[in-house]
């Protein structure tokens, strides 16, 4: 297990996806640029993107010059974006998955993500539109078993090889597994880490054959500052550093290697070069089952999630909200 090759999970027939992704959440374009030449040289071939990122346009731009020069196929990439809350209806799945492929210069993508179970009301291009009274103007008619065939028929139509969802809850889950009749989903995207490590959540899609795949796998220690709060930093939990000094590794590799050795993807973010090369290394070692039992006691249960969009005002007003 531990040759140092990346692993893959099973998405769906044919559809394998590299175990450590790239996250690109919250850089600037060109910060971004950088650090996904960097990514794609150290050897990252699953990047996660998503329409609100606003940045599908400096992903496609370096995305083009490796596949035009010819230092990587198409094929050899896994790109994974998302639909965005403005979109969430079936005639938005069309709108805004055409408007990403655009923007990142492909003519399907591997991944196609619902972004988040609630919606807002379209208004112009702005991803965040506001009621008079200063709170997102949500769209409570959000229908997930309508979205979903809009979903099903981007693979039809060959523009996604395969479909999710993302910050759904397991009834939720439920509901569409139960509703799909031509493709079930085939990833969940959630906050998973040490102290939120999703343990019920985790079974429930296995159980399901739903891969699951970690957002903020290093606690998203940029975010405290939209969130306007500390956030806990999992990076220095002793338990971590310990087993760290034991591997001669960091304690962003044992982060990462104790997810993935749960069987789930993680899509570190990072646009220092140093770092973008120490987070894909994690396939040359191997945690004990000792190792792994001391960092799943480090869970902190609902009491460890960082990120559930009540930033957002107005949003957990909203019937789909799932946290
Ligand atoms: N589906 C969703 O709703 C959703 C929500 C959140 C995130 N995501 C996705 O998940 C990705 C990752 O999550 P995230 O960006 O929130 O957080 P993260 O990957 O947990 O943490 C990123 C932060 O950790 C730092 N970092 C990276 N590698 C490090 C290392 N080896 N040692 C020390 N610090 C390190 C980064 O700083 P430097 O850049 O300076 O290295 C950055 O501040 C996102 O970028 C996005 O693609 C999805």
């Given at each position: 297990m531990a040759d140092g090759k990346q692993i893959c999970l099973d998405l769906t027939e044919g559809v394998k996806i590299p175990a450590l992704?790239?996250?690109?959440?919250?850089?600037?374009?060109?910060?971004?640029e950088k650090a996904i030449d960097c990514a794609l040289k150290a050897g990252y071939r699953h990047i996660d993107t998503a329409y609100a990122y606003e940045n599908e346009k400096a992903l496609g731009r370096v995305l083009k010059k490796w596949i035009d020069s010819g230092k990587i196929k198409r094929e050899d990439l896994f790109i994974v974006t998302k639909l965005p809350e403005i979109g969430n209806r079936p005639s938005g799945v069309v709108k805004y998955l055409q408007r990403?492929?655009?923007?990142?210069?492909?003519?399907?993508?591997?991944?196609?993500?619902?972004?988040?179970?609630?919606?807002?009301?379209?208004?112009?291009?702005?991803?965040?539109?506001?009621?008079?009274?200063?709170?997102?103007?949500?769209?409570?008619?959000?229908?997930?078993?309508?979205?979903?065939?809009?979903?099903?028929?981007?693979?039809?139509?060959?523009?996604?090889?395969?479909?999710?969802?993302?910050?759904?809850?397991?009834?939720?889950?439920?509901?569409?597994?139960?509703?799909?009749?031509?493709?079930?989903?085939?990833?969940?995207?959630?906050?998973?880490?040490?102290?939120?490590?999703?343990?019920?959540?985790?079974?429930?899609?296995?159980?399901?054959?739903?891969?699951?795949?970690?957002?903020?796998?290093?606690?998203?220690?940029?975010?405290?500052?939209?969130?306007?709060?500390e956030l806990p930093d999992v990076l220095n939990n002793e338990v971590v550093k310990e087993i760290a000094e034991k591997h001669g590794k960091t304690p962003a590799q044992i982060l990462l290697r104790h997810i993935i050795q749960r069987g789930v993807a993680a899509i570190p973010k990072s646009t220092n070069p140093q770092r973008i090369l120490q987070n894909i290394q994690v396939f040359d070692f191997e945690l004990s089952s000792e190792d792994m039992n001391k960092l799943n006691d480090q869970d902190q249960g609902k009491a460890g999630r960082i990120l559930d969009f009540s930033f957002f005002k107005g949003v957990p007003d909203h019937p789909e909200y799932p946290f």
């Open positions: 992704g790239f996250g690109t959440w919250q850089s600037s374009d060109e910060e971004l990403s492929l655009d923007y990142l210069q492909l003519s399907y993508v591997d991944l196609y993500l619902v972004h988040t179970p609630f919606g807002y009301y379209e208004r112009g291009e702005d991803l965040h539109p506001m009621t008079e009274e200063g709170v997102i103007d949500i769209d409570v008619s959000t229908d997930h078993n309508a979205i979903w065939k809009a979903m099903e028929d981007q693979v039809l139509a060959g523009k996604a090889r395969s479909i999710g969802i993302s910050n759904f809850n397991e009834k939720q889950i439920e509901r569409i597994w139960n509703s799909a009749e031509r493709i079930k989903p085939s990833m969940l995207q959630v906050e998973l880490h040490l102290y939120f490590q999703q343990k019920d959540l985790v079974n429930f899609c296995h159980a399901k054959n739903i891969k699951v795949c970690a957002y903020s796998p290093l606690g998203s220690r940029g975010s405290s500052q939209l969130l306007g709060k």
